[in-house]
């Protein structure tokens, strides 16, 4: 089996896709119609939306049996994306890059597969569109074609979802327009002379809730926790979801020692907040801050040094307990 290459351009790539805020949509009901319509179109098993990240294929959505994250390195998807033409292969067990895959050699197998690379609005390609077969089958110049149409619509909803700055869920900004509206909160501090704060925010235990009490009780969670940012913290304070179950906090006009003193409250806002309602769940936190230095423009940098703070309060808290 051969494993894919990474593109030549895979660091800007990757950060195209994480910025793009596809790997936190919430909303795949588009990508659900695609992948009816093109597994009924070309009456295949299985028709795929993916995204392909660092280490792991990802599906967007999937029509028929199939798994909805695989290793990169057996993705042939994977291999879709290295090129900007579509990569269609009639059988599998005369190629000798998929031959021996085990996607190919496990029953029921990947006998046939036709792929279209899908793109960001900045010409990144960060996944594909197609569908498979386990028997071998030829795909004409117009099945290339019609399935090329569905990809374009697919690259539609990228686009749309790459131009949203706001979290469908939470109502919070998301990465994208955090990332956006911090740049001119930096500039608009180092102008004034004012203090800048980024507070970091874990949900603890979230993946047991969703495992224990289902997706529906994970996102009233989020909102939860959304919400209770909002009446804790200022119209001038950026909040955002910033993936998954982590939250960030961007504090106007504050030094390190008052953000503490925001998430002291904040954290005492929650403690009120479990103690009220009928809930399966509590909802619990960790967090860092770190105030910003104006000689040191990258927001990543703070980020990480807010992410970094943040774990070792998160591992602090777990000893306690």
Request: charged fraction near 25%.
């Amino acid at each position: 089996m051969k494993a894919p290459n990474n593109p030549a351009n895979e660091s800007e790539r990757l950060a195209s896709l994480r910025e793009s805020g596809l790997l936190e949509a919430e909303s795949r009901e588009a990508y659900d119609r695609l992948t009816r319509l093109a597994k009924r179109l070309f009456n295949v098993p299985v028709a795929m939306v993916n995204l392909i990240d660092e280490r792991t294929h990802i599906a967007l959505s999937v029509d028929g049996p199939g798994p909805f994250t695989l290793p990169r390195h057996v993705s042939i998807c994977a291999h879709t994306i290295l090129s900007q033409e579509p990569l269609v292969v009639g059988d599998t067990h005369n190629d000798l890059r998929f031959a021996d895959n085990p996607l190919v050699t496990t029953q029921p197998g990947i006998r046939f597969y036709a792929g279209i690379p899908l793109r960001l609005p900045d010409g990144a390609t960060v996944g594909s569109l197609c569908v498979v077969d386990h028997t071998p089958r030829e795909f004409s110049a117009a099945d290339i074609a019609a399935l090329s149409d569905l990809a374009a619509l697919a690259e539609d909803e990228f686009a749309a979802t790459s131009a949203a700055t706001t979290d469908e869920l939470t109502g919070l900004f998301n990465r994208r327009g955090f990332n956006q509206f911090a740049a001119f909160a930096l500039s608009g501090a180092r102008r004034r002379a004012e203090p800048l704060t980024l507070a970091w925010i874990d949900l603890d235990r979230f993946k047991q809730i969703n495992d224990r009490y289902g997706h529906e009780e994970g996102d009233a969670a989020l909102k939860a926790m959304a919400s209770l940012l909002r009446s804790s913290f200022r119209e001038a304070d950026l909040l955002v979801r910033y993936g998954g179950d982590e939250f960030a906090v961007l504090f106007a006009d504050t030094n390190e020692n008052g953000a503490w003193i925001a998430m002291q409250y904040l954290t005492e806002q929650v403690a009120l907040f479990n103690q009220q309602g009928n809930r399966p769940w509590t909802l619990t936190f960790s967090w860092g801050v770190c105030e910003l230095d104006h000689d040191h423009n990258d927001l990543q940098h703070w980020l990480r040094i807010a992410d970094e703070k943040m774990f070792t309060m998160k591992q602090k808290n777990s000893v306690a307990r």
